[in-house]
């Protein structure tokens, strides 16, 4: 009961920090935030204090109560932005997803399918090396293998990403710009393991410098696909 | 208390099981298993059940308790074999470490380092996937990033399988065979993360025929290592 009184008190503070002016509630300039703006300020403490958590404790170790103490918050507070721990990873998931399309966007304005490929690439695992995402990821994929959920979101998230990636690659398969040894959906398949693989690892972290993975990942790229016409980054 | 005593009476059961003739104590030619043997035997059965329980449960989530009813033993007996979870994953790792050596075991015997590094990665792929351990693997990396007793284990395991494949493809540089475009140092990186990212995939779970897979891999290697003479199966 003392723990329920002290919640609502906590939540009482909540919902008065969302409408009156204090430290907190204010933007740079000193103007008021919105009530919208100051929603999705606390979404974002949210989701930042769950990744903590998660990493921290794993998925099934991290409690919402942890959550809630990390980002300095009532349940009754958090509950009102996110029902569960599901909900929570799919909105990391959606904020991830313009980060991804920003990455993998570099794909279209690519003279040629390779040049799109180490570009997209490199973009996200600098971006992921920068975020220090990796350990979340393999925390989400894990969890991914024995919760519905988790695997919906995650595999939906894949799914984006190779949508924007295989309709690139069969247009130069069709114009005769790369001839892969194998067939579109396993080339995919592979592209999406070794994805992974980079991105889990983290190799900058690791001390691998960004041109020489460069050099490596088009060597690689250039094995599967097999480019027909060399293209000036390319020699 | 009661919980106490029936544990005692199962660790009672337990030790009489280990000297006594039962079922479960016989070999198949019905004589007798040694007490090493028996020892043996139960320690294979509390890694299968541990195995079960980190998958199901993840790591953190699975507790001893839950370890001892998988498997049907006291937390008394469970306690004599292993003082805790990170021992029960270093026994298992262990003892993956025997096929791992069979596998690339390969590269030794192969008439060229992409012969060796494909049929290697084959043989680990054709395992890996047959014995289901991806959901292990993707586990225990994403633990290995918050726990150093399981870092210490798994980055141990993975330095192992580094340590046999390095010195063949050094070997293959210094005679000319092959002329990769980074520093073996990165390559190793680049190849250790691309073999996780395979691992953790199951591919042949997700319908990729493994003589295609052997395809994409061989075209993958040749692109990274760049062979300078050509072999039989390279053709």
Redesign the interface.
């Known amino acids: 009961m003392r723990a329920n009184v002290r919640f609502l008190r906590e939540e009482k503070m909540e919902e008065l920090s969302n409408t009156e002016s204090q430290p907190g509630g204010e933007a740079m300039d000193g103007e008021l935030l919105s009530r919208a703006e100051r929603r999705d300020q606390q979404i974002q403490r949210i989701l930042e204090a769950a990744k903590t958590c998660f990493?921290?404790?794993?998925?099934?170790?991290a409690s919402m109560q942890q959550i809630c103490a990390e980002v300095g918050m009532s349940p009754g507070a958090l509950y009102r932005y996110f029902p569960s721990k599901e909900a929570i990873v799919e909105a990391i998931c959606e904020a991830d997803r313009q980060d991804d399309m920003t990455c993998f966007g570099a794909l279209r304005d690519a003279t040629s399918a390779i040049d799109g490929l180490v570009a997209g690439a490199m973009a996200h695992i600098t971006h992921t090396s920068m975020k220090g995402s990796?350990?979340l990821f393999?925390?989400m994929?894990?969890?991914s293998?024995?919760n519905e959920a988790i695997r919906a979101t995650v595999d939906g998230h894949k799914g984006e990403v190779a949508a924007m990636i295989e309709p690139l690659i069969a247009e130069a398969i069709a114009q005769g710009e790369i001839n892969?040894?194998?067939?579109l959906p396993?080339?995919m398949?592979?592209l999406?393991?070794?994805?992974?693989?980079?991105a889990?690892?983290d190799?900058p972290a690791?001390g691998?410098?960004l041109d020489?993975?460069e050099?490596?990942?088009r060597?690689?790229?250039?094995?599967?696909l097999?480019p027909t016409k060399s293209t000036p980054a390319a020699e």
Chains 1, 2 share one sequence.
């Open positions: 990493v921290r404790s794993g998925f099934q170790g990796a350990p393999a925390e994929r894990s969890e293998m024995r892969p040894p194998v067939e396993i080339l398949a592979v999406m393991s070794i994805g992974e693989g980079m889990i690892n190799l690791r691998v410098p020489k993975l050099i490596a990942l060597a690689m790229l250039e094995g599967m097999r």
